[in-house]
């Protein structure tokens, strides 16, 4: 038996496995356009693009709250009640300091208040010593010309000082005159005033 011819057998495997690698490409051109016709794939919808949700709105983070300070230990006790103490004392020392200058204002307006009012007294007592003054003067003008009797019973009705003022202004001999009409117990009373009256005024000049 011969041995067969190697181109022969070549070409009988070639067109035995020709159908098959013609299938297998066939449908690889197939699947490839198939995938050639697919759409291609859009990218997910953000969140504010998809129809249907609700947007919720997120809240700030709180700022941070101060913690309290921590007292540790009977030192930190100490130290605390001490700071605490002094913030008050600084307080209420602030607070007096305010409350005496609101006092020292109103001690300084009435003390003006009252400075006026006195100037006014002052004034009103000198206007009224100058119309008494006057007064005087032509009071004892008048008692000078009158008789003793009746000058004598117009001074009786008045008072010890009255009297007193008009018999110091009248001369001397009408003076004594004016006293001789009037009862004992009266002139003696008035004798004294005018005494003392007269020593006064002589202690005054000397």
């Known amino acids: 038996m011969t041995p067969p011819n190697l181109l022969a057998v070549f070409l009988a495997c070639a067109l035995a496995g020709a159908p098959a690698l013609a299938a297998e490409h066939g449908g690889g051109g197939d699947h490839g356009g198939a995938g050639g016709e697919e759409k291609k794939k859009e990218p997910p919808k ?4 998809m129809p249907g949700l609700r947007k919720v709105q997120l809240r700030k983070p709180l ?17 605390f009640c001490g700071a605490v ?5 600084a307080t209420r020392l602030s607070w007096q300091e305010e409350r005496v200058k609101a006092l ?3 001690m300084v307006a009435k003390i003006a208040e009252l400075e006026a009012k006195q100037a ?3 004034d009103w ?3 009224r010593e100058e119309l008494l003054a006057r007064a005087n003067e032509s009071l004892t003008a008048i008692y000078s010309k009158m008789k003793p009797e009746a000058a004598s019973a117009q001074i009786s009705a008045m008072d010890d000082d009255s009297a007193t003022a008009i018999l110091l202004k009248l001369k001397p001999a009408v003076a004594s005159a ?6 004992a117990e009266r002139a003696a009373r008035l004798s004294d005033l005018l005494s003392g009256a007269a020593a006064k005024s002589d202690e005054k000049k000397s």
């Open 46 to 49: 953000t969140e504010p693009d």
């Open 120 to 122: 006014e007294v002052r």
């Open 125 to 127: 007592v000198r206007k």
């Open 63 to 79: 700022p941070p709250q101060p913690k309290p300070p921590v007292v540790e230990g009977v030192k930190g006790v100490e130290n």
């Open 104 to 106: 020292q204002a109103q």
């Open 85 to 89: 103490a002094s913030s008050a004392a």
């Open 178 to 183: 004016v006293l001789g009409e009037m009862s």
